[in-house]
């Protein structure tokens, strides 16, 4: 199983970016795949999930409305679309994947649940 998650960047305030998850090695229809961050000296946060067979989804509070979560199955792609960036939301970010069964974990944004990781991708949001 291998996630390569990539589209991270500096970014003003009120910018937006698209972060890409691709996910090989494994039958993409049969897990969840969650976006998680981490900022400096802070825990690991769940942002979003997507259940793929599904796409039925999940975003934290601070990231309602701001953020989408979108799947495209032919490319076996997890998309993060982030819009109005703000400061806080600068962090490594991270996508996961689990088994769907399992998937109750990515949903309640509990990274420790998650069996797969990527490497991280560098968000900041800086003026």
């Known amino acids: 199983v291998q996630l390569q998650a990539s589209g991270g960047g500096l970014v003003q305030p009120g910018g937006s970016l698209r972060l890409s998850c691709v996910a090989s090695l494994f039958v993409f229809e049969h897990y969840a795949i969650g976006w998680f961050r981490q900022a400096p000296g802070k825990e690991r946060e769940g942002v979003s999930c997507?259940?793929?067979?599904?796409?039925?989804?999940y975003y934290t509070n601070s990231v309602q409305g701001r953020f989408t979560i979108s799947k495209d199955n032919a490319k076996n792609t997890v998309y993060l679309q982030m819009n109005r960036l703000e400061s806080e939301d600068t962090a490594v970010y991270y996508c996961?994947?689990?088994?769907?069964?399992?998937?109750?974990?990515?949903?309640?944004?509990?990274?420790?649940?998650?069996?797969?990781w990527g490497k991280g991708t560098q968000v900041t949001v800086s003026s």
């Open positions: 996961a994947a689990v088994s769907q069964e399992y998937g109750h974990y990515c949903t309640a944004g509990a990274y420790y649940g998650m069996d797969y």
């Open positions: 997507i259940v793929i067979s599904d796409g039925s989804t």
